[in-house]
Each structure stands twice: as structure tokens, then as C-alpha cells.
């Protein structure tokens, strides 16, 4: 846990030199705008604490994730174009070899005040976690390998490159196999836009 502070406080001192750098042409972080509609892709990477309810508690991931570019075509005047909604593939490892995954899907993202922003994923993924009958102690009884991602995060867009955001993942089978522990996971990222 000690670790996870140390990276998010790192993070968010990255984060506020990235900003300070673009401030003269914003006029100010209160005017950060979101990224341009036709960037090719976001880079992000975080530090995530992994699931602190479960057997698995007690250590971190580090999150990595690429969003491709806004799959929403313009319509002038639409209610719509509120929604920028990009294809999502990305990775959460676990620094002490318990649960860790890969996934894809479809990540809506909404400004809701100059730089603010929400935004909601949906997707699958594959784990390694334990899915056999016997799961050993301090490991999660995930039921099968394959389960549905969600993530949802707040963030703020510095400026047009950088943003800052706190997301939760939730990982889980949804009954499809005999067990479902699931696992939750939730953290500080940083996103980079090209």
C-alpha cells in the first residue's frame, strides 16, 4: 500500500509539471479543453490498489491501456456528440503474482465541465487467476478465465495531452461458470494523448 501512495503522489507530481509546461497558451487549467476529435490514440498507466475485499488483498497493479480513436460520427447540432466513444484494449498486473488480466471493449467518455470528465468501459477479458475447483488460500476463486470488464473513472484533462483521473475496474463472470468471486480494483492514472 505504502507503494501505491508513492506512485500516485509521483503521478500526480508528473501530472502538475506536465501542466504547468501548457499553461501560458490554456490561460489557466479551468480552460483545459478535451483531447482533439481525430487524436489516433491515449496512452495511460496507473497504479492500482487489487481488491482490498478479497483473499488477494493486500498488494497493487500496475494498469496499462491505449484508447484507439472516437468511433461517434459528427453530426452538427446532436445531442450525440456529447459522447466520444473510442475502442479500449489494456492490461492490470498484479506485482506479487496474484490475479492479473488483459482486456478490450468500448470506453464512453462525456465532458461535463471544461476539463472534467466521466467516463464508463465495457468489455471482456482473460485472466490467470484460479479457476479450478481447489483455490488455494489468498487467491480468489475467479470460476473461469474469461469474465466481462467494466471500468468507470472522473478525470480532468490538463491540457490537450495530459489528464489525471481516478478509475475503479471491476472484473467477473456474471454466473456463466460455477464460481464468481470477481475482482475489484481501483487507482490514479495518467493519460497521455497523441
Same mark, same amino acid.
Given at each position: 500500500?505504502? *507503494?501505491?501512495?508513492?506512485? %500516485?503522489?509521483?503521478? +500526480?507530481?508528473?501530472t502538475?509539471?506536465?501542466g504547468?509546461?501548457?499553461?501560458?497558451?490554456?490561460?489557466g487549467?479551468g480552460?483545459?479543453?478535451?483531447?482533439?476529435?481525430?487524436?489516433?490514440f491515449? &496512452?495511460?498507466?496507473? %497504479?492500482?490498489?487489487?481488491?482490498?475485499?478479497s483473499?488477494?488483498?493486500?498488494?497493487?497493479d500496475?494498469?496499462?491501456?491505449?484508447?484507439?480513436?472516437? &468511433?461517434?460520427p459528427?453530426?452538427?447540432?446532436?445531442?450525440?456528440?456529447?459522447?466520444? *466513444?473510442?475502442?479500449?484494449?489494456?492490461?492490470? %498486473?498484479?506485482?506479487? +503474482?496474484?490475479?492479473?488480466?488483459?482486456?478490450?471493449? *468500448?470506453? +464512453?467518455?462525456?465532458?461535463?465541465?471544461?476539463?472534467?470528465?466521466?467516463?464508463?468501459?465495457?468489455?471482456? #477479458?482473460a485472466?490467470?487467476?484460479k479457476?479450478?475447483?481447489?483455490v488455494?488460500?489468498?487467491?480468489?476463486?475467479?470460476?473461469?478465465?474469461?469474465?466481462?470488464?467494466?471500468?468507470?473513472?472522473?478525470?480532468?484533462?490538463?491540457?490537450?495531452?495530459?489528464? *489525471?483521473?481516478?478509475?475503479?475496474?471491476?472484473?467477473?463472470?456474471?454466473?456463466f461458470?460455477d464460481?464468481?468471486?470477481?475482482l475489484?480494483?481501483?487507482? #490514479?492514472? &495518467? +493519460?497521455?494523448?497523441f
Open positions: 500500500m505504502k *507503494l501505491l501512495c508513492h506512485v %500516485v503522489f509521483l503521478l +500526480g507530481l508528473a502538475l509539471e506536465a504547468a509546461a501548457d499553461l501560458s497558451s490554456l490561460g487549467l480552460e483545459a479543453q478535451p483531447p482533439p476529435e481525430k487524436s489516433p491515449e &496512452l495511460r498507466l496507473g %497504479v492500482f490498489a487489487h481488491d482490498p475485499q483473499p488477494e488483498k493486500g498488494s497493487a500496475l494498469n496499462t491501456e491505449i484508447l484507439l480513436g472516437n &468511433l461517434n459528427s453530426s452538427p447540432g446532436s445531442w450525440w456528440n456529447i459522447l466520444i *466513444l473510442r475502442p479500449q484494449m489494456g492490461g492490470t %498486473v498484479n506485482f506479487v +503474482g496474484k490475479t492479473s488480466a488483459l482486456y478490450g471493449g *468500448l470506453t +464512453g467518455t462525456v465532458y461535463v465541465y471544461r476539463g472534467l470528465f466521466i467516463e464508463a468501459s465495457f468489455g471482456g #477479458a485472466n490467470d487467476g479457476a479450478g475447483p481447489v488455494p488460500p489468498g487467491y480468489n476463486a475467479m470460476g473461469c478465465n474469461l469474465s466481462f470488464h467494466e471500468n468507470a473513472s472522473i478525470g480532468y484533462r490538463l491540457n490537450e495531452k495530459w489528464s *489525471l483521473m481516478g478509475t475503479i475496474e471491476h472484473f467477473s463472470n456474471e454466473g461458470c464460481r464468481n468471486r470477481g475489484t480494483n481501483y487507482g #490514479a492514472r &495518467l +493519460g497521455y494523448a
